[in-house]
């Protein structure tokens, strides 16, 4: 009798019903199944401005400098991260090397951001953004232009 019959695949069908498989799924399928709907405000803020502008629409937001820089080993580090969480929008991103405090500073915030600048502007990965974005002469040009704001 040939192996192939109906007869032989239903004994071969029922003798493997009666094994445990040897690998069992999950009951849930997706493993991230609590996440929520919509993006939690700390993803907001971590867009590409260009990007969020896209997603969401236009916003209104103030004109602002963002003084980005890394850790460095000197006696005022401390001070300058006192300055760069005192800035109206402070975040720390990436990790070991990579890692950067970015304190966004508006108009009102002038002296701060110059009092900051002053301690992280002789690093060379420190860098200057206009409205959250590279800008050209980003550190020679605008941001000298925003101590004139100083009264």
Do not use: N
């Amino acid at each position: 009798m040939d192996e192939r019959t109906p007869d032989r695949q239903e004994k071969q069908r029922a003798e493997r019903s009666d094994e445990v498989p040897p690998f069992q799924p999950l009951e849930r399928f997706w493993p991230y199944v609590e996440l929520p709907q919509q993006p939690t405000d700390e993803e907001l803020a971590a867009l590409d401005p260009d990007l969020r502008e896209v997603l969401y629409g236009p916003e209104q937001r103030w004109f602002s400098f963002t003084i980005v820089f890394p850790r460095f080993e000197a006696d005022d580090y401390g001070r300058a991260v006192e300055l760069a969480r005192s800035a109206s929008d402070y975040r720390e991103t990436g990790a070991g090397e990579a890692f950067r405090h970015r304190a966004r500073f508006r108009p009102g915030e002038v002296l701060r951001m110059r009092d900051l600048w002053q301690i992280v502007g002789r690093l060379d990965l420190s860098e200057v953004l206009v409205d959250e974005r590279p800008v050209p002469y980003a550190r020679e040009l605008w941001l000298p232009l925003a101590w004139f704001l100083i009264r």
